[in-house]
């Protein structure tokens, strides 16, 4: 088993800046790929970006490139999402997730291919 707890989040005025972390814990050993995703009201979980626990490959939304950096810190098992330049459609409840299988390009931002997630953080930027 794996426990991902999801923080940082917040309400940030537009044009803001805000910083989560995702800490994992438990058989971390068995995991590949680290993911952000997000979940606005009514709307379905799109993924943010992701990262691999080795490795530089990172991969991104379109929506984000630019302004969002996720990075990680393999001594404590943490991946953080660096988010600038906030905007009101940024708002959303923010996931982290983990998958033990390397996942391809073409299934990085599938969140039916993640095994684990987090509870959850709220980020909310104002106009």
């Known amino acids: 088993q794996v426990q991902l707890e999801d923080s940082g989040g917040g309400l940030v005025q537009a044009g803001g800046s805000l910083r989560l972390s995702c800490a994992a814990s438990?058989?971390?050993?068995?995991?590949?790929?680290m993911g952000w995703f997000r979940q606005a009201p009514g709307k379905e979980r799109d993924f943010v970006a992701a990262?691999?626990?080795?490795?530089?490959?990172?991969y991104y939304a379109d929506s984000v490139k630019g302004r969002f950096t996720i990075s990680r810190d393999n001594p404590k098992n943490t991946v953080y999402l660096q988010m600038n330049s906030l905007n009101p459609e940024d708002t959303a409840v923010y996931y982290c997730?983990?998958?033990?299988?390397?996942?391809?390009?073409?299934?990085?931002?599938?969140?039916?291919?993640?095994?684990?997630w987090g509870q959850g953080t709220q980020v909310t930027v104002s106009s």
């Open positions: 997730a983990t998958a033990t299988e390397r996942l391809s390009f073409g299934r990085v931002s599938a969140a039916s291919r993640y095994d684990y």
């Open positions: 438990g058989r971390t050993f068995r995991t590949d790929t």
């Open positions: 990262i691999r626990w080795s490795g530089s490959d990172t």
